[in-house]
């Protein structure tokens, strides 16, 4: 079957720390694999995508790599913000696009 | 134009009492999704709406739950009978057409309602 496995939280930083949210997923076939970020009060909104293995995604200084030896999407940052305080969520698509499968998200807290 | 709307914001009802939450996707998206988040816990899959073609409900957690979309606009999610264990918030996502592994594979969410049932 498909599902996603990340790392619990909260995980609570210093500002300019360097950030990981390991991201490990179980699927059939080849699935693309999504970070989702929740800021506080709003909706989820797509942070990075990779649609197949050895893809790089990136904006706003996230970057996660499609591992598909280690079935594996880790999230990093190299120097956090206050402003990045949020749940992220990792997610896979199987093939056909028909589902998401989430995991259960991990809550960042960066202190000044 | 405008993103993905939901409606109500919070609803508060009693044991025993049906709601109706309501989905206004992004105009031309023709998939629709509706997600259960509990407290503390990650996105739970209700159903799956793409077009005109029979709706994806392996998700529906109970034959309490229903949901409906006519063509490619407003959805509805039913939820007869509350019980406290639906207290959740409901989040509803649209994206365009599965395109293979197309950029447009992106889902767009609504802030989502938040339902507390006492």
């Known amino acids: 079957g498909n599902s996603v496995t990340q790392m619990e939280g909260p995980v609570t930083l210093s500002e300019e720390a360097f950030l990981t949210i390991n991201c490990t997923y179980t699927?059939?076939?080849?699935?693309?694999l999504f970070w989702y970020v929740q800021y506080p009060g709003e909706g989820l909104q797509l942070l990075l995508k990779?649609?197949?293995?050895?893809d790089k995604g990136s904006n706003k200084g996230f970057e996660a790599t499609y591992r598909k030896e280690t079935t594996s999407f880790h999230l990093e940052k190299g120097s956090v913000q206050v402003s990045d305080s949020a749940v992220y969520f990792c997610?896979?698509?199987?093939?056909?696009?028909?589902?998401?499968?989430f995991g259960s998200g991990t809550k960042l807290n960066v202190k000044p | 134009g405008a993103g993905v709307s939901q409606s109500p914001s919070n609803k508060v009802t009693e044991k025993g009492k049906d709601v109706e939450l309501r989905c206004d996707p992004i105009s031309g998206h023709t998939a629709l999704y509706w997600y259960r988040q509990r407290l503390g816990q990650g996105l739970e899959f209700l159903i799956y709406?793409?077009?005109?073609?029979?709706?994806?409900k392996s998700g529906l957690p109970s034959d309490r739950f229903s949901a409906e979309r006519t063509g490619e606009s407003v959805s509805t999610l039913t939820i007869q009978r509350t019980q406290q264990e639906d207290s959740a918030v409901y989040l509803c996502?649209?994206?365009?057409?599965?395109?293979?592994?197309?950029?447009?594979?992106?889902?767009?969410f609504g802030a989502g309602t938040r339902l507390s049932v006492l």
């Open positions: 709406f793409q077009g005109n073609s029979a709706p994806d």
């Open positions: 699927a059939t076939g080849y699935p693309s």
């Open positions: 997610a896979l698509s199987p093939y056909n696009f028909n589902k998401f499968y």
């Open positions: 996502a649209s994206s365009l057409p599965p395109l293979g592994r197309s950029a447009k594979n992106i889902q767009y």
């Open positions: 990779a649609t197949k293995a050895d």
